[in-house]
């Protein structure tokens, strides 16, 4: 006769495929589901990542900042070097470049960017006042969100990984926006 063998009582019971977590099931794919959990995970992450720079921004002391408006006081001020319209708007992957236009003019309405010409160019700078609340948003960053993140080397590799993923997927979607572009001139 057999002997049976013990039950395992701490074993849990096998789990149900859970199906993707996404915003729209009438575009998932069965070649890629994962890219509609993609999606609306990057959905959600894009604008809990707004909301986050728009209060970090306030709390920093520059009040009613759009979030575009954030990231583009950010660019101004990196590497502390001048920046052109086009210059911006090509690093930050905007085409409508009267959305950045718009932002310059409310920085510099506030103070906090400067503009300069040489020739025909046009430039932008932050101020010292702007570079000030730029470094605040800094200590803000540094004690709300780093400091919540905890990470440790694996998790901060594993943020690089994700971080060169979207760089990836963003020129998909950008050659994939030109192929859609096509289809309707």
Not at 55 to 81: E, F, N, Q, W, Y
Not at 116 to 135: C, F, H, I, N, P
Not at 156 to 164: E, S, T
Request: aromatic fraction near 6%; proline fraction near 4%; hydrophobic fraction near 40%.
């Amino acid at each position: 006769m057999a002997k049976k063998r013990p039950v395992s009582v701490s074993a849990a019971p096998p789990q149900a495929e859970q199906p993707p977590i996404v915003s729209s099931a009438h575009l998932v794919s069965p070649r890629s589901s994962e890219m509609s959990e993609f999606e609306f995970g990057l959905i959600v992450a894009g604008n809990a990542f707004h909301r986050w720079i728009a209060h970090c921004m306030s709390a920093a002391g520059l009040k009613d900042l759009t979030p575009l408006d954030v990231l583009v006081l950010h660019h101004v001020t990196h590497r502390a070097r001048d920046k052109r319209l086009a210059d911006i708007c090509f690093i930050m992957n905007v085409e409508d470049t009267h959305l950045i236009n718009y932002s310059l003019k409310k920085l510099q309405n506030l103070g906090v960017v400067a503009s300069s010409k040489s020739g025909k160019e046009v430039t932008y700078a932050a101020t010292d006042l702007g570079r000030q609340y730029v470094e605040r948003y800094r200590e803000i960053r540094e004690s709300c969100l780093i400091n919540a993140l905890n990470a440790d080397d694996a998790l901060n590799r594993d943020i690089g990984d994700l971080a060169r993923l979207l760089r990836l997927l963003s020129g998909i979607y950008d050659q994939a926006a030109r192929s859609a572009a096509s289809l309707t001139a």
